[in-house]
């Protein structure tokens, strides 16, 4: 195991070590967020399951349990400052304890067999675990009682509440419970959605400049390169309405299905373009734009029900069985234009 | 602000046979679905489940039961394409 900058001693119990972490977050902690943000070393930012003290806990001091994602584990760390507790790692292959519970990989199964593998009944008297709320999907804290003797309480949804729920007795209040998903949480989520389109935009930019080569003839590279760039702009904005503009403005976009606000921002994008560079000239490039555009941005935005907090399965099911095919239909009779246009809808 | 999603179309169901008011669903459930009145669970809003499934997981008489999954759509396209259930990625 490499040597981790974030253990800054050992706190010893019943004659064994167990690594102290320490409760503020260095340069290289906030460096391997932001990388894992921008979606490059995502899956493989994890921390060694097993007991980590934090502070200078005794047998008596609570036991939280975590998630091996690095940046949970950071997070739940900083906010830890001053307090003396265990904090047990359980072996999520690096995911978050949200999508973990989801997959089941932060659950009873492992929950149980980390308690025995650490030995936790040996090192504290208590017997009661302190797991965040977002674990609840995939851990039966009935079944984690009968099978390791340790009752589960659920903390808070967030780290943060963590200090003052201790204080107030192992007791939640509403807020502490309910899961939000204000402008800075669909903020800070947009880098990895405009990572994840980029290369079929580079795809999409590629196959423009083959088009505008083939419609306009030779030309030197750097205005064939341009022209393809600014018959790039008019699909710029459509992927951004959709990973961008719709995360961005989602509480305010009328209507409730995400492929819909998506397709809204798509249209408002296609007419203020067709209105504004295009000026409405040619009638073929108004099909083609009216066409293509706004279903682009409306699949993108449906793809974001992926990263909200509130989405079911039954209704993206549901929202999918309708936009798919319209998406698929109005891109498809858009795509027909541009060949029958022989690209001069562009 | 609260943000809501599609209606009437969640699978979260509650039995108050089997509910014997042990207060579990409430102290999972992140979208304040439940409500207990008289020493039993009701369902306050469901339109604002997302059908995690910690509410029927953590259930210890089955009272609560959902069909969990993410409702995430790139997930449902590849569970598709493979012919499994939703799956997000790998």
New interface residues.
Partial sequence: MKKNDWIVGEVAVSGRGFPQVSTRLNRADILGSLKARSGSSRMSYTVEPGLYAVGRPTPDSPVLVSANYKMSFDRLRKTLSGLDLWILVIDTKGINVWCAAGKGTFGTDELVARIAQVGLGDVVKGRSLILPQLGAPGVAAHEVLRRSGFEVVYGPVRAVDIPEFLRAGRKATPAMRAVRFGLWDRLILTPIELAGILKPALVLLGLLFVITWIRGGPAPFLVLLGRAGASFVPFLGAILAGVFFTPLLLPIIPGRAFAWKGWLLGMAWTLLYLALAARWQDWRTVLLYLLLLPPIASFLAMNFTGATTFTSLSGVVKEMKIALPVQVISAGLGILVLILTLGKAL | ?R?????N???LDLDPEKCIGCG?CQ??????VFALESGRAELRDRD???????CA??C?TEAVTV???????????IGLLRGTE?T?GE
């Avoid at chain 2, 102290?27 to 304040?32: A, K, L, M, Q």
């Avoid at chain 2, 604002?48 to 910690?54: H, I, Q, S, V």
């Fill in positions: 602000m943000q809501s999603y599609l209606k179309v969640v699978t579990r102290e999972v459930c992140p979208h304040d604002a489940c997302m059908e995690c499934g910690a997981r953590n210890p069909r969990a999954g993410v409702g995430c759509a790139y997930a449902i396209a939703p997000c």
